[in-house]
């Protein structure tokens, strides 16, 4: 809310420009210090909601013209609407799907055109879809399911409809785990492919991942416990594959650090350095982010007796082409 609106450009691995964005007819209500704090696409608009003096409100650009808020009663024109509920209406997140979701911290509701039609101006209807309420964490969506977590932090729910019962509902997938918050959620992240997971990491800096499939009635969660604390994580497409990136703080020789990891299925060890050498060679150097550390070794397949690494190397009993060398988990 202290920043205008930006967009964030990259035209290369390391060349990126934030630059705040120039809007025709920007709302009155936006200023310094109160700027919107949601944000999403929906039917070719830009749309904006949690300004701090409008927390209810909700701005859509005009259709196919993403910067320009100029209102009006055509059909294209910019859209302003204010959700109103008998409970706290803080809008924190906006989704969409068919429709729009905005979750706030009392409730869950749905904006839409009436009767199935374009979403205008003149045409506009808002519903509450269901009441639990949510946190600053962010959602996420699988298929037309919206997932977040409800305002305490304990708990995942899927919003989704219900053709039964004629309404929407959102399922605790927590339900039957109820411990695997432990003090609380902090993000998440899905990766699709191949196995359909959400991974995500709570306050405690412990990690989890719950295998989800509906359709096979597939929902099984997990913890993953490193050395250090995951604080963030996000899933990146890398061939046919969701990769898993993680931002983990870790103490290494006394000294904590953050570092940038990412999934292998290759890899059986954590902060793993993976070395070749076409001769083969008995030391290894490179290991200056494991110094201190008692680590697992893995030289040409064969699993070594662990080792210390000192000065940022170390020596194993015999000459090795390929190794694999990180800090040892336990498996369940």
């Known amino acids: ?61 005009k259709n196919g013209a993403k910067t320009d808020f100029t209102t009006g009663t055509s059909d294209d024109d910019s859209i302003a609407v204010t959700v109103f509920t008998d409970r706290m209406a803080v809008i924190l997140h906006l989704m969409t799907t068919k429709l729009i979701t905005a979750l706030t911290y009392g409730a869950e509701m ?63 997938i927590t339900e039957l785990s109820d411990h695997i918050a432990g003090t609380g959620f902090k993000e998440f992240a899905y990766a699709q492919e191949p196995y359909s997971l959400i991974w995500g990491c709570r306050v ?12 096979q009635g597939i929902q099984g969660w997990s913890r993953h416990v490193t050395n250090g604390d995951v604080e963030s994580m996000a899933t990146i497409p890398y061939g046919a594959e969701d990769q898993v990136w993680l931002a983990v703080e870790r103490t290494i020789n006394g000294s904590t650090k953050r570092y ?31 110094e201190g550390m008692t680590v697992d070794i893995v030289a040409d397949g064969v699993v070594m007796p662990q ?5 940022g190397s170390l020596t194993l009993p015999r000459t090795a082409k390929a190794v694999e060398i990180g800090l040892h988990y336990d498996s369940t």
């Open 307 to 311: 080792q210390t690494v000192t000065s």
């Open 260 to 290: 940038i990891e990412y999934f292998d299925s290759g890899i059986n060890t954590d902060a793993a350095y993976v070395g070749t050498d076409a001769t083969g060679k008995a030391t290894w150097t490179g290991l200056t982010h494991l």
């Open 110 to 172: 749905t904006i839409e055109g009436s009767s199935d039609a374009a979403l205008t101006p003149t045409n506009i209807q808002i519903r509450t879809a269901t009441s639990h309420g949510c946190s600053f964490v962010k959602p996420f969506k699988i298929g037309s399911e919206i997932f977040f977590t409800q305002r305490s932090k304990q708990k995942l729910r899927n919003m989704a409809y219900d053709y039964a019962i004629d309404n929407y509902v959102a399922t605790d």
């Open 1 to 61: 809310t202290n920043h205008a609106p930006a967009t964030l450009t990259r035209s290369g691995d390391t060349s990126w420009a934030l630059a705040d964005i120039s809007f025709t007819s920007a709302p009155a209500a936006w200023g310094a210090g109160n700027y919107p704090a949601a944000v999403t696409m929906f039917e070719q608009r830009l749309i904006f909601a949690n300004v701090p003096s409008n927390p209810q409100t909700v701005w859509m650009s």
């Open 204 to 215: 405690d800096g412990d990690m989890v991942s719950c295998a989800y499939n509906k359709a």
